[in-house]
């Protein structure tokens, strides 16, 4: 399937950098922007529901214990950051691949979850943020890359 997504159209130079390059920016990007709003989010749920004192995340039972007694706002924040992030990682995607290709996006989106379900093996959440953060990640890239191209008026090229 990669080999497929770099070799379906023709490598070209555009502005100077290869077809394959533009994608491989493409995702990166995309990654970067998601990555900094997870943490946009979680900084903000932070403010919101402060941890207690002496709190660390590598003491398991503590994180258990205060990710497992948050209200439900701030598990709502983290639900809302995590999908965000997709949805943010879908459209810069779009933007920094020439050609919009909605192929980056689905990468972009396959990479976020595969993120997701490392962070969630090591850290403890409820059962509420692991379903919904694994089933809203990838339709909202998909989303971010259509609400980008239909409605930024932004031209794909096939």
């Known amino acids: 399937m990669v080999v497929l997504f770099f070799t379906q159209e023709k490598h070209t130079p555009m502005d100077g950098n290869t077809f394959m390059g533009q994608k491989l ?3 990166v990007f995309g990654m970067v922007a998601a990555v900094i ?6 900084s903000i749920n932070l403010m919101v529901y ?4 002496n709190f660390s995340y590598e003491n398991t039972e503590m994180a258990k214990a205060y990710l497992f007694n948050a209200p439900g706002y701030a598990k709502l924040i983290i639900i809302l950051g995590l999908a965000f992030a997709g949805f943010i990682g879908g459209m810069v995607s ?3 691949d020439k050609s919009s290709d909605k192929r980056t996006a689905w990468i972009v989106g396959g990479l976020l979850f595969v993120q997701y379900v490392i962070n969630f093996s090591y850290i403890p959440y409820p059962v509420v943020i692991i379903v919904a953060g694994l089933a809203l990640v990838v339709p909202a890239t998909y989303l971010g890359y259509f609400v980008f191209v239909k409605y930024l008026k932004v031209k794909v090229t096939k």
């Open 50 to 53: 402060p941890p207690p004192k």
């Open 37 to 42: 709003c997870i943490v946009a989010f979680d």
């Open 25 to 27: 920016m493409a995702v």
């Open 94 to 96: 779009a933007k920094f």
